[in-house]
């Protein structure tokens, strides 16, 4: 529930910015939330911030550094100054009506995926991070990957000029899951440019990269897209892949009897036939064959 400096979205101030991502996430915890447990909520989460001085108003988030100086300074609110999930489910006992909500956030709290519920302690300074996800649980991955591509995407507007490029692997649970959450990868592909980054999604489920409304945001991120690699496909996601896309009979050929590091590669009006060849080094790390281990 903290909210960085990083985080303000255009025409929307921080806490306005922060309560449209938790709605997203709330959606995900509760798939079937209500149209009244949402608006109940959304005022409990409101409550829960102004409990920690933080309202409506942006100035709300900086303190005053008062040293005795001609000149203050001011910083903004720590991560520890935020409120927690903690926080919020205790403001929920006051509301009857979310008692069904409070139940089901209860794991995030003390529960099996209470790690949610600390104090933001990632370091992204170095020059390559990993969020590794491959202990959580299948019912939870989705919103995990949610909570940690938004920390990623707060880290990479805090500069334009430092070159930096994050990869969504396994795409398909935010775009095919939640309108919410394709909305936020979508996003990310048309407006990264302008950040001085650049982003790559990885998906083998091509059904579900194209189920949310009519697909409107699997063709964005396609069409938003200036490289594109397509490795060998089944004949029925190739049906829906060139739904989407432009590809020729020839192409459709080669993609549906492609070899092993062959495919199909994209880059503007241009396409090729591209064999991936790793090094040796690169073999070393990422091959799963288990004559190789």
Known sequence: ??????????????????????NTFFSLVIADITSEEKSLLEQKVIECYEKK?????????????DDNKLITDRRFKKSEEMPRLEDLYKILKTEKRLARVRVLIKPYVNGSLKFLNGYTNIDLTNKFVVADISKIEETNLT????????????KIKVSKRQKKIIYL???????GSNEGTANTVFKMFKTIRKYGGAVTAITQDIND???????????????NSSIKTIFQLEENDLKILKDNITLSEEETYKIQNAKRG???????SNHIIVSVEASKKEHEFISTDRKDN
């Not at 529930?1 to 938790?22: F, V």
């Not at 990957?145 to 938004?150: H, I, K, Q, S, Y």
């Not at 990269?209 to 069409?223: H, V």
């Not at 062959?262 to 503007?268: E, Q, R, S, T």
Request: charged letters at 25%; hydrophobic letters at 45%; glycine letters at 8%.
């Open 1 to 22: 529930m903290d909210i960085r400096e990083d985080s303000i979205e255009e025409e929307t101030g921080y806490l306005q910015a922060k309560i449209n991502k938790l």
């Open 53 to 65: 001085g933080i309202t409506f108003s942006n100035e709300s988030l900086y303190v005053t550094i």
């Open 143 to 154: 919103v995990v990957m949610f909570v940690l591509m938004e920390l990623f995407w707060d």
């Open 169 to 175: 692997d396994e795409v398909w649970r935010l775009i």
């Open 209 to 223: 990269f194209f189920s949310i409304d009519n697909g409107k945001y699997g063709k964005g991120i396609l069409n």
């Open 262 to 268: 062959i495919c199909l590669l994209y880059a503007g």
